[in-house]
T-cell receptor
Framework: QKEVEQNSGPLSVPEGAIASLNCTYS??????FFWYRQYSGKSPELIMS????GDKEDGRFTAQLNKASQYVSLLIRDSQPSDSATYLC????????????FGSGTQLTVLP | GAVVSQHPSWVICKSGTSVKIECRSL??????MFWYRQFPKQSLMLMAT?????????EQGVEKDKFLINHASLTLSTLTVTSAHPEDSSFYIC?????????????FGPGTRLTVT
């Protein structure tokens, strides 16, 4: 069973702080990694994709990938109340034909 | 803007009736689409993989005769919930990979909220 694990939270940070979300995966052959944001009652929205080791930055978001440790993270700088949502880590495992395996999600609350 | 659309966004139907949900990729072709179901406060559950020109692949425990999937074209997949019952009430979401590469980014439709009375 290929698994993706996240801390379920809830995670609370004050407005303006850095929110750090973590994810580990079990399939060492995984090559594609994604972070989605899901507001309550809405469908997931793609925030970041990362395919190689290191950091990838997009605005206030930075994704970090460490394949040796099988670890992927998402940092949100200058957190805003509008960032309050559930963040889903998703992985395309080896041999899965583009099928995403999701973590259970981390609920983030940014306190004004 | 949205790259995957779904219709309808919500539907209420009576027990025993059938409901069809459409998923369209906008401005790109999708040979594969995925159908998910999400119950309140739970994570997404993959129901099936929709393949253009061939039969859908269903996940274990999903009844293929109840959840009919038709991938009629490179931009349209439909999910029909047949003989719906109250326990089928859920949030149904489709997704489509944009691109032919194996690790292509996947985009989700806005979802369809089904309520069976």
């Amino acid at each position: 069973q290929k698994e993706v694990e996240q801390n379920s939270g809830p995670l609370s940070v004050p407005e303006g702080a850095i929110a750090s979300l973590n994810c580990t995966y079990s399939d060492r052959g995984s090559q594609s990694f994604f972070w989605y944001r899901q507001y309550s009652g809405k469908s997931p929205e793609l925030i970041m994709s990362i395919y190689s080791n290191g950091d990838k930055e997009d605005g206030r978001f930075t994704a970090q990938l460490n394949k040796a440790s099988q670890y992927v993270s998402l940092l949100i700088r200058d957190s805003q109340p509008s960032d309050s949502a559930t963040y889903l880590c998703a992985v395309i495992s080896s041999g899965s034909a583009r099928q995403l395996t999701f973590g259970s999600g981390t609920q983030l609350t940014v306190l004004p | 803007g949205a790259v995957v659309s779904q219709h309808p966004s919500w539907v209420i139907c009576k027990s025993g009736t059938s409901v069809k949900i459409e998923c369209r990729s906008l401005d790109f072709q999708a040979t594969t689409m995925f159908w998910y179901r999400q119950f309140p406060k739970q994570s997404l559950m993959l129901m099936a993989t929709s393949n253009e020109g061939s039969k859908a692949t269903y996940e274990q425990g999903v009844e293929k005769d109840k959840f009919l999937i038709n991938h009629a074209s490179l931009t349209l997949s439909t999910l029909t919930v047949t003989s719906a019952h109250p326990e089928d009430s859920s949030f149904y979401i489709c997704s489509a990979p944009m691109g032919l590469a194996g690790g292509s980014e996947q985009y989700f439709g806005p979802g369809t909220r089904l309520t069976v009375t």
